[in-house]
């Protein structure tokens, strides 16, 4: 998955990048900055804190077979 280039040494940091990340996100996909709505998790990579961008799962196809 795609990472923010920022490394954070705390997980409060990397919180709080996160958190401000999901506010703006809605805002700038409904402006059209951003072709796709994501949403930002905090994860761990060798012992530093970095914030991911994910996209959300798609929703389950109607009808069935």
């Not at 994860?43 to 196809?61: H, S, T, Y």
């Amino acid at each position: 998955m795609p990472m923010l280039r920022q490394k954070y040494k705390t997980y409060e940091g990397a919180r709080r990048r996160a958190a401000f990340e999901n506010m703006v996100a809605p805002g700038e996909f409904q402006r059209g900055q951003r072709a796709r709505l994501y949403t930002y998790a905090v994860v761990q990579i060798d012992g530093m804190w970095r914030v991911e961008r994910r996209l959300p799962p798609k929703p389950a196809k109607k009808g069935g077979v």
